[in-house]
């Protein structure tokens, strides 16, 4: 059973979205699916910096609209930003 493998789930989205109900309704689908043995973790990014590989840092305004999101759905998902702050 492959939900049984506790492996981790990431979920990697830009920031600077805004944090709609249809993306808590896709997160709450994504943590039904993987099942209550896998961590499901929403990495937020930045924007990309340049032409190169790296993300600016996310802004602490930003994340906080996310965590807020986050509560207001308990969601049941951890909840990091790249790179970290």
Same mark, same amino acid.
């Given at each position: 059973?492959?939900?049984?493998?506790?492996?981790?789930?990431? %979920?990697?989205?830009?920031?600077?979205?805004?944090? =709609?109900?249809? =993306?808590?309704?896709?997160?709450?689908? =994504?943590?039904?699916?993987?099942?209550?043995?896998?961590?499901?973790?929403?990495?937020? %990014?930045?924007?990309?910096?340049?032409?190169?590989?790296?993300?600016?840092?996310?802004?602490?305004?930003?994340?906080?609209?996310?965590?807020?999101?986050?509560? =207001?759905?308990?969601?049941?998902?951890?909840?990091?930003?790249?790179?970290?702050?």
């Amino acid at each position: 059973d492959p939900a049984a493998a506790g492996d981790t789930v990431v %979920v990697v989205a830009p920031a600077h979205r805004a944090p =709609i109900k249809a =993306i808590a309704l896709f997160l709450q689908k =994504i943590t039904e699916a993987a099942g209550a043995k896998r961590e499901v973790i929403l990495l937020l %990014v930045g924007p990309r910096t340049g032409a190169s590989d790296s993300f600016a840092p996310v802004p602490d305004l930003e994340f906080q609209h996310w965590r807020n999101l986050q509560a =207001i759905h308990r969601l049941p998902i951890s909840l990091e930003r790249l790179p970290p702050s």
